[in-house]
């Protein structure tokens, strides 16, 4: 990995580990729905910007369309609307810690979904350590991570997360869409569905605060559209199995910035399940024996 590269990939880890904190102090002046249609509404523009000057064009196939809708709602819309009411309910902290599942749900979910992901005594393992370490997380026989009820909803979204990829495979990559175009249709679609649910929602007058703008506008412009066309820039550059090495970073950046803008509470159960479930994902995935077996990546000249 390139130092440009290495530098893209601990910025991706903080950015997307940032984003905890800030939906934490949005949602202290916006209900989760408004929270959500300011969120995609401003990555939109982002992302439609980018592609307007790279010349990419959006899909035409009402089918295509069609697909990118349910990959909107699995990718998008379900699981940033749990992540903003489960932070309603606990700390940026635990949801940073929680969303580590991501990845295990993922693998998971294409094992059981996709025919040619066939189950090993490797993912096995690797899904029961998993397991005990988010109930290692959550400590139900504790309430000191907040409500029950907004830890599940944390998981709901990285179940959400975890559903949208094995969809994609499924019924998106064999299309060939650019990765630029698929991330920008499914954020404008996202943006769409979002405006018509939202009046089905609780509604209050929004609460603007120097701190809830900044932490609204950092979600949508950086976290969900600079932070697409890194991950993108990295895939290219290291490949995709590489780039979704980030996840290993994303819950330390998460706890390490909750902790220091909010004062959040670390409990020991918090660090050993998280780092369980990092460890099970690594062994699932079998990730050092592929890194060392792995040539070096060119850096982009």
Request: glycine residues 8%; positive net charge; proline residues 5%.
């Amino acid at each position: 990995m390139s130092r440009v590269n290495l530098a893209l990939f601990v910025l991706l880890a903080v950015i997307w580990g940032s984003s905890y904190t800030f939906i934490k102090v949005a949602v202290g002046g916006l209900t989760p729905a408004q929270l959500v249609l300011a969120r995609v509404l401003l990555g939109a523009i982002v992302l439609f910007a980018v592609t307007r000057v790279t010349k990419d064009r959006l899909p035409r196939d009402l089918a295509v369309w069609g697909h990118i809708a349910v990959t909107a709602i699995l990718g998008m819309v379900a699981p940033f609307l749990l992540l903003a009411w489960g932070e309603q309910r606990t700390s940026a902290a635990m949801a940073g810690v929680l969303i580590a599942a991501t990845p295990l749900l993922t693998l998971a979910a294409v094992t059981a979904a996709l025919p040619a992901e066939r189950a090993t005594w490797r993912k096995g393992v690797g899904f029961a350590l998993g397991f005990v370490g988010v109930v290692l997380v959550i400590a139900p026989w504790s309430s000191s991570g907040g409500s029950l009820t907004g830890q599940l909803a944390v998981l709901g979204a990285a179940a959400c997360y975890a559903a949208q990829t094995v969809y994609v495979k499924k019924m998106l990559a064999q299309r060939g869409i650019p990765p630029l175009v698929s991330a920008t249709s499914q954020v404008i679609m996202a943006t769409v569905l979002q405006l018509i649910v939202t009046p089905f929602f609780t509604w209050h007058e929004p609460r603007f605060t120097a701190g809830i703008v900044v932490s609204v506008a950092l979600l949508g412009i950086v976290g969900t559209g600079v932070a697409y066309l890194i991950y993108f820039r990295l895939i290219g550059d290291i490949g995709a199995a590489n780039a979704s090495a980030v996840n290993y970073l994303v819950p330390i950046t998460a706890v390490l910035i909750s902790l220091i803008t909010l004062n959040d509470h670390i409990t020991w159960n918090m660090i050993v399940g998280t780092l369980l479930v990092l460890a099970a994902l690594a062994f699932a995935e079998n990730r050092l024996s592929t890194l060392k077996q792995a040539p070096p990546t060119p850096a982009r000249k």
